[in-house]
């Protein structure tokens, strides 16, 4: 079964609008480690943030927000007024208890910002 | 700082052929990761190294695939006898290893490789 579920292929939004990409996770672990990643056409990842299972906070980063529910084992991740800049295939992942260094990532998330 | 350095950035060999890639983690960062990355799909982990030893090699295929850590700084990855099904984008990353952000993985720009 796939450890991060991220179900949306694609997604097109037009400039400075808001757009929210979703995750859903699934572990049997109390202690797990959620990131976010960046892959813009260059290739490389960029990381974005990294949470533990035990800070729910919500976190935000300039244009950047994230919302962490375990009720419902869910990551999303929010850009607020999106820009060309933005377009990327964006990376959901898990790390568990018994190897935090092993990364479970989901099949990605393309955004499309059109001008 | 210099982030990871990956090479070559692309191979292109036949199939049965044996192929090294390059991994040149951040200077300091002591673990460091290979994944695999097929075309529309995330990144696939294969092995992770603390220092010189392979900390866990589970998401390696199958025994064609190697990598090696001998000084504990560059990693190398070795397939032999590839195959088609082995072309994907492999990358590297490498994290601090200890610390209050010792796992967060900073990503090499990848070696595309192709088995024609």
């Known amino acids: 079964a796939q450890k991060v579920t991220q179900a949306q292929t694609e997604i097109s939004v037009v400039e400075k609008e808001d757009v929210t990409l979703d995750c859903v996770y699934e572990t049997r672990d109390t202690t797990y480690y959620l990131f976010w990643y960046k892959q813009p056409p260059s290739g490389e990842l960029v990381f974005l943030i990294r949470r533990n299972s035990f800070d729910e906070q919500n976190e935000i980063s300039g244009r950047y927000s994230w919302n962490f529910q375990k009720s419902t084992s869910s990551f999303n991740f929010t850009i607020t007024a999106s820009q060309v800049v933005d377009s990327a295939v964006y990376f959901c992942a898990l790390s568990e208890r018994d190897n935090f260094n092993k990364f479970y990532f989901g099949s990605g998330t393309k955004l499309n910002v059109k001008p | 700082g210099a982030g990871v350095s990956q090479t070559p950035s692309n191979k292109v060999t036949e199939k049965g052929k044996y192929v090294e890639l390059r991994c040149d983690p951040i200077s300091g960062h002591t673990a460091l990761y290979w994944y695999r990355q097929s075309l529309g799909q995330g990144p696939e982990f294969l092995i992770y190294?603390?220092?010189?030893?392979?900390?866990?090699d589970s998401g390696l295929p199958n025994d064609r695939f190697f990598a090696v850590r001998p000084e504990g700084s560059v990693s190398t990855l070795k397939i032999q006898r590839t195959e088609r099904g082995d072309s994907a984008v492999y990358l590297c990353?490498?994290?601090?290893?200890?610390?209050?952000?010792?796992?967060?993985?900073?990503f090499g720009p990848g070696t595309r490789l192709t088995v024609l």
């Open positions: 990353a490498s994290s601090p290893g200890q610390g209050a952000s010792y796992n967060e993985q900073f």
């Open positions: 190294f603390q220092g010189t030893g392979a900390a866990d």
